[in-house]
């Protein structure tokens, strides 16, 4: 699966209107209390695809949304259309005209929360510093000085993140799977996203089914292994019992990984969507932004697998690639962490991307290991079932990426970056020095 976690987009500043958030909280415990009771009721009151309206649309709106010939036949429409993404702004963005319905989920104070350490090889810092996004070099100069203060601002721990909870809701839409929005008949657009599609949108002739009800997580890249769980999934933090128990789920793409996932959060796919769709009534949450999905999300998800913690942890886990970042020099860095496991009396598990067992085994293994060490890349997501304490050991591209250090660090977890250079290598007496660091950090249990 392509890996395309790129951090961190500037967005618009969040409109200011959290105060109802207790509100929101009330109703929502009311509801997850009759919902156990509803649940039969409202099950039966899922539509799949009927009633198809006639209507037939021609004319460039004042939003330029441009749609033209819906069609109907016996139980499906034909959707033509062509948006510039200037007439279809980001869902959240302040200035978005409001012909949707926003509601705030109260936010959790993280004052307390006990964070991660974070420790990057100065090579691994200066390719922070050398990257062309802004954050990174900012996030450069906050680990080089060891400013927690700062740190925990640029992870999003702030009274003023950006992050609201919100939820909306919209009438009569039609939903692509990367994350467009558009009012069927009132021609507004908006785009949803955690990264954003940049390009247009340009459908024509697409065969639309009709939906009552649907909660939606689709977005542009929606479907990859960082990107689903990390950014989508997660969106479902805010979505009560009753609204996923009665509506169905639509996600970019309905493939295994998406749904091996919906399964562990309670999501059966008989109840998982995909391609364009109509909704009678839509509800979209907010969701993980590029690379950067909030401790709010992080923790729903990691309480939601609820996979279970060994209280005896001490194995070491190394990741190997076989698809992609496959290094050459595999077996010498095998022996290395072999070796350190033995002297350590630690057990030794290869967790290798070409022999891989299902999801929740996956997560379990990520669960029982008290050192996770390998290069860069998908495995990595497994670190949502990690405890807190366990040490993790990236080999980290010096085209940097944080998606696992920002994890790790909000999972509290002890993360360690060496460089993984062009050539896939890493330097071995820094595999060394990194083990020290975690000897250091890690207490066996
Ligand atoms: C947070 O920590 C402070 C200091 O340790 C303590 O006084 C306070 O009660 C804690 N708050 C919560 C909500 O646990
Ligand atoms: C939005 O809120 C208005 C006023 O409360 C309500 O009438 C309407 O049904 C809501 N629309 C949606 C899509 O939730
Ligand atoms: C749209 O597609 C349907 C079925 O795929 C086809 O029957 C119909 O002729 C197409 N309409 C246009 C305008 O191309
Ligand atoms: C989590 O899993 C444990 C067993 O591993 C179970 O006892 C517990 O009820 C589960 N919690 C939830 C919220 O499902
Ligand atoms: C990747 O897996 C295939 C199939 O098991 C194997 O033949 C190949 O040697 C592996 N490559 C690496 C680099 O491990
Ligand atoms: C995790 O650890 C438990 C307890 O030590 C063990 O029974 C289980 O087999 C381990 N699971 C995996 C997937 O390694
Ligand atoms: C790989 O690249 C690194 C950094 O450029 C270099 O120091 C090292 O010698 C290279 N290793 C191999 C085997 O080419």
Request: glycine content about 6%.
């Amino acid at each position: 699966m392509m890996e395309r976690c790129v951090e961190i987009m500037v967005r618009g500043k969040a409109l200011l209107l959290g105060r109802k958030t207790f509100f929101c909280l009330t109703l929502s415990v009311t509801i997850i209390s009759f919902g156990t009771f509803f649940h039969q009721t409202i099950g039966t009151n899922i539509r799949k695809p009927d009633e198809t309206s006639k209507y037939n649309v021609d004319r460039r709106g004042q939003n330029c949304v441009f749609l033209t010939s819906v069609e109907s036949s016996s139980d499906l429409l034909y959707v033509d259309c062509e948006i510039g993404v200037k007439h279809a702004p980001f869902i959240w963005q302040k200035d978005v005209q409001i012909w949707f319905n926003i509601t705030y989920h109260i936010s959790i104070s993280h004052k307390n929360h006990s964070l991660g350490t974070v420790k990057l090889d100065s090579e691994n810092t200066q390719s922070l510093y050398m990257n062309n996004r802004k954050g990174y070099q900012v996030l450069a100069g906050i680990l080089e000085r060891h400013d927690l203060k700062r740190m925990r601002r640029w992870n999003g721990l702030s009274d003023l993140g950006s992050y609201r909870g919100r939820k909306a809701t919209f009438n009569d839409v039609l939903v692509f799977s990367n994350g467009w929005i558009i009012q069927k008949t009132r021609h507004f657009a908006v785009r949803n996203g955690g990264c954003l599609s940049q390009n247009g949108l340009l459908v024509h002739n697409v065969t639309v089914a009709r939906y009552k009800r649907v909660v939606s997580i689709a977005v542009f890249w929606g479907e990859g292994s960082w990107h689903f769980p990390m950014e989508a999934l997660v969106g479902l933090a805010y979505i009560t019992e009753t609204e996923i128990w009665s509506s169905f789920i639509h996600v970019t793409q309905k493939n295994n990984l998406v749904l091996q996932w919906l399964k562990l959060v309670g999501i059966n796919e008989k109840r998982v969507i995909h391609g364009t769709i109509l909704a009678d009534y839509l509800i979209v949450p907010e969701i993980g932004k590029c690379g950067s999905p909030s401790l709010n999300h992080i923790q729903w998800l990691y309480k939601k697998i609820n996979i279970s913690v060994p209280t005896k942890r001490n194995t070491v886990l190394l990741i190997k690639r076989n698809k992609s970042r496959v290094m050459p020099h595999f077996a010498k860095i095998q022996s290395i962490v072999e070796n350190f496991a033995n002297v350590g009396n630690l057990n030794f598990l290869l967790h290798d991307d070409n022999d891989l067992p299902s999801l929740p085994v996956q997560l379990q293994r990520f669960a029982n290991a008290s050192i996770v060490i390998g290069p860069h890349g998908a495995g990595m997501v497994n670190l949502i079932a990690s405890s807190k304490g366990t040490c993790v050991i990236e080999f980290a591209p010096m085209e940097a990426n944080v998606c696992y250090m920002r994890l790790s660090y909000l999972l509290g977890l002890t993360y360690i970056a060496i460089p993984l250079y062009i050539n896939n290598t890493v330097t071995e007496n820094k595999i060394t020095d990194a083990f020290n660091h975690c000897q250091r950090k890690t207490t066996h249990v």
